[in-house]
């Protein structure tokens, strides 16, 4: 990918909310949507390098409702895994599959 390709994704992530987006939610929305099925929170983890607890919080971000009980982005929603009822597992929401075929575009 060109830098400037690079750029321009970057932007559109960073539109949806300049000054709460931190980096590491790109990385997650990217992680999801290249991943064969839908990833637990684990597989993100191991994905982008980051904790389960900072998963847990970034996906709840990244989802309807975060965890302060406040408007989230609406990108992306959990579901129990069928086969684990311990596991959670994330999958994009309309939006955030039109994001990604945003950047897709570029």
Do not use: Y
């Not at 970057?10 to 590491?24: D, G, K, M, R, Y």
């Not at 970034?58 to 302060?68: D, E, F, Q, W």
């Not at 982005?73 to 039109?98: I, M, N, S």
């Amino acid at each position: 990918m060109q830098i400037k390709h690079l750029k321009h994704a970057l932007q559109v992530f960073a539109c949806q909310e300049p000054t709460h987006w931190p980096n590491h939610f790109s990385l997650l929305l990217l992680a999801v949507a290249d991943h064969e099925d839908h990833p637990t929170f684990e597989q993100l983890g191991e994905a982008v390098g980051l904790s389960n607890s900072s998963i847990s919080r970034s996906i709840r971000a990244l989802g309807v409702v975060n965890r302060k009980g406040e408007r989230g982005f609406g990108l992306v929603e959990t579901f129990q895994d069928p086969d684990d009822g311990r596991r959670f597992k994330v999958q994009l929401t309309q939006r955030g599959q039109a994001l990604i075929r945003q950047i897709e575009s570029l």
